[in-house]
């Protein structure tokens, strides 16, 4: 990996490390509004994660927008 694309906008996963938690992170969001923090975090737009991670995108989009209220315990 260059560093010609080392700036202040510039994506903040640096190593395998950052970039596997990431994914897994995404992976097990339960919701869009859960991924969208996950973004926000790692200083990614939507768009560049589409780009970047179309797989994970595609996981993202069937998601709920948000998580139901309910805490498991049903009485």
């Given at each position: ?9 510039y ?10 938690s990431?994914h ?17 975090e ?13 797989e994970?995108a595609?996981?993202v ?5 948000t ?9």
């Open positions: 990996m260059t560093e010609e694309q080392d700036s202040g906008d994506f903040q996963l640096e190593s395998s490390r950052e970039l596997s990431f897994t992170s995404i992976w097990m969001a339960g919701s869009k509004a859960e991924a969208s923090r996950i973004l926000r790692h200083q990614l737009s939507e768009e560049e994660f589409v780009y970047r991670f179309p994970l595609k996981r989009q069937v998601l709920p927008d998580l139901p209220h309910s805490d498991g315990h049903s009485d």
